[in-house]
């Protein structure tokens, strides 16, 4: 009899051996499934080519949203505000910089004398047991053997001192008062129980005042920075002036081109860098039989119109003069923006990229600094309205985005149906051909059977 079996289990799929029929049922069932997953597995990759879509749109959503915010610094007043510079003939030896609005014009500065500050010289013995020793009215402890380096250590550290101290020697301490000007001596007081200090006769110092002349008007200072003796200026007096005196000169209030030309290159820096991903996007084919996911997710934007039309039009906003602005700066081509020399080669010379000319942005900035800024700010303002058309909340590129993300939610949902339908179809397939290979294997027993009761009767027969 043939060996035929079925088997099945509850809740597992069924499966066949020793099939009767002699038949690969489980390829058959196979192929039959294989071709009928053939809408699942096409459906699947145009659910992930939307997705990785999405994705790549979603990128250069950010990209240029992060544009339109470096465009928007250009309206911030502090960029344009003038600034006053200050410069000395001999900065080594009289420093100036500008702390508020100054008098413009030049100043002639004299030093005679230089602040310093009042001393007092000890000769150090290093104390044979621990000694605390009062400085100023702080008191410090240093141990039996201690050094005149730690001593001074201990000093200089302390934040609420009134000295500094310098070792000289190894054997030689010097403290100094911690403030410059006349007197000061009084405030260098010492004190030890194990008289490690002795201080050397004849050798203290008052502090002194500096002294100086401003346009020939004599004045004082404890310190050697001097902020008011020039209205808005600070100078830091570092030498005498023997050889004559150190001229300041305070220029009139200016638009400071440097902070303007950082902002440009931070700007066309973001900008070239958002246009070369969006042509990147644009001008990459898809493959023609994308073999995995990477070639799948390829090309998914090639020749994208929206994408081509907000190129162009950024392009044309940063070249186009602006309406109603005097025809010397109405673009940012008058401050040294452009795609460099024609046939130069340069970045921009064929895909649109961006250069900055500094010395012509600081020419036209210094030319006339209110119509730089009138231009920049309304050209921010045109350029951010091109971007924010596509990528602004609630404009194209969000709708695509949402369109795109709804459509694959709704693939999703289908593909999941389809492979519940799918697994439904696989087990009737399994059982239909289960049943079948029962019934040949029971005809088979049948026919066996009969064929052998024929033999049976016809041997009696003959017999």
Do not use: C, H
Not at 225 to 234: D, E, F, Q
Not at 241 to 262: D, F, L, M, R
């Amino acid at each position: 009899m043939s060996t035929g079996s079925v088997s099945a289990s509850s809740g597992s799929p069924i499966s066949v051996t020793g099939l009767a029929s002699g038949l690969d049922t489980k390829a058959i069932v196979s192929a039959l499934l294989e071709a009928e997953r053939i809408p699942i597995t096409r459906l699947t990759s145009q659910q992930e080519k939307i997705a990785d879509q999405v994705t790549v749109m979603q990128r250069i959503k950010s990209s240029l949203l992060q544009l339109t915010f470096a465009a928007s610094e250009f309206k911030l007043p502090s960029l344009f505000e003038g600034t006053q510079s200050v410069t000395s003939s001999e900065p080594g030896r009289v420093a100036a910089a500008v702390t508020s609005g100054a008098g413009v014009g030049g100043y002639e500065v004299e030093v005679t004398q230089l602040a310093n500050s009042a001393q007092r010289t000890f000769t150090f013995a290093s104390p044979e047991a621990e000694d605390t020793i009062t400085v100023g009215g702080r008191e410090y402890t240093l141990k039996a053997g201690g050094t005149a380096k730690e001593l001074a250590t201990k000093l200089n550290a302390d934040g609420k001192g009134t000295v500094y101290a310098a070792v000289v020697n190894g054997e030689t301490l010097v403290l100094s008062n911690r403030t410059t000007g006349a007197g000061g001596l009084e405030a260098i007081t010492v004190s030890d129980t194990e008289e490690a200090l002795t201080e050397q006769e004849g050798t203290a110092k008052e502090g002194k005042d500096a002294e100086y002349k401003i346009d020939g008007v004599a004045g004082t200072s404890t310190t050697n920075v001097l902020t008011a003796a020039i209205p808005g200026i600070s100078l830091t007096l570092s030498s005498l002036t023997s050889a004559g005196p150190v001229t300041i000169a305070v220029q009139a209030p200016a638009t400071n081109p440097k902070p303007i030309e950082a902002q440009l290159q931070s700007f066309v820096k973001l900008y070239n860098a958002t246009v070369e991903e969006i042509q990147k996007e644009l001008t990459t084919r898809p493959p023609k039989n994308p073999g995995n996911a990477e070639e799948l997710a390829t090309g998914t934007l090639f020749g994208d119109r929206d994408l081509l039309g907000l190129l162009n039009q950024m392009r044309q906003t940063m070249y186009e003069p602006i309406a109603g602005l005097a025809a010397e700066m109405a673009s940012p081509t008058d401050v040294g923006v452009s795609t460099g020399a024609a046939g130069s080669g340069g970045p921009g010379a064929v895909s649109g990229l961006l250069v900055l000319n500094p010395e012509k942005l600081a020419a036209g900035v210094q030319a006339n600094p209110e119509a730089a800024k009138l231009m920049l700010r309304q050209w921010s303002t045109n350029i951010n309205k091109v971007i924010n058309t596509l990528a602004e909340p609630g404009a194209i590129l969000e709708s695509r985005i949402n369109g795109d993300n709804t459509q694959v939610r709704e693939m999703r949902v289908r593909i999941t149906t389809m492979n519940e339908m799918l697994a439904l179809r696989q087990r009737a397939l399994e059982q239909t051909y289960a049943r079948l290979e029962g019934v040949i294997s029971k005809n088979s027993a049948t026919g066996n059977w009969l064929t052998e009761q024929s033999n049976r009767l016809n041997a009696n027969s003959k017999g």
